[in-house]
Nanobody
Framework: QVQLVESGGGLVQPGGSLRLSCAASGSIFTIAVMGWYRQAPGKERELVAVITSHGSTNYADSVKGRFTISGDNVKNLVYLQMNSLKPEDTAVYYC????????????????WGQGTLVTVSS
């Protein structure tokens, strides 16, 4: 059925870069909004960046100027390019799709991926 799968996480040095990918699989017709969230142990899950099907974006203040979200509507992919990484960026990063419509007419208000771990450390 419909699934989101994140990839690209790993260990990176402070100041380094990573690119996360999120693939939405299934018979998907449209997705209104896709975004990246992150959660560190013991902390609340927070919004990192979102992108609409029309290409508009929004970012958390903590990542503005360092992270870039982009998407491929044809392949149902979303990316998060992370530059100038800091130790405080360490978290599990989750992909989320909002208002997903399948080719057969099924609607999903929210679909979450399983997450990918990003560790920023020397």
């Amino acid at each position: 059925q419909v699934q989101l799968v994140e990839s690209g996480g790993g260990l990176v040095q402070p100041g380094g870069s990573l690119r996360l990918s999120c693939a939405a699989s299934g018979s998907i017709f449209t997705i209104a909004v896709m975004g990246w969230y992150r959660q560190a142990p013991g902390k609340e899950r927070e919004l990192v960046a979102v992108i609409t099907s029309h290409g508009s974006t929004n970012y958390a203040d903590s990542v503005k100027g360092r992270f870039t979200i982009s998407g491929d509507n044809v392949k149902n992919l979303v990316y998060l390019q992370m530059n100038s990484l800091k130790p405080e960026d360490t978290a599990v990063y989750y992909c989320k799709a909002d208002n997903l419509l399948t080719a057969t007419g099924s609607r999903y208000l929210e679909v979450w991926g399983q997450g990918t771990l990003v560790t920023v450390s020397s």
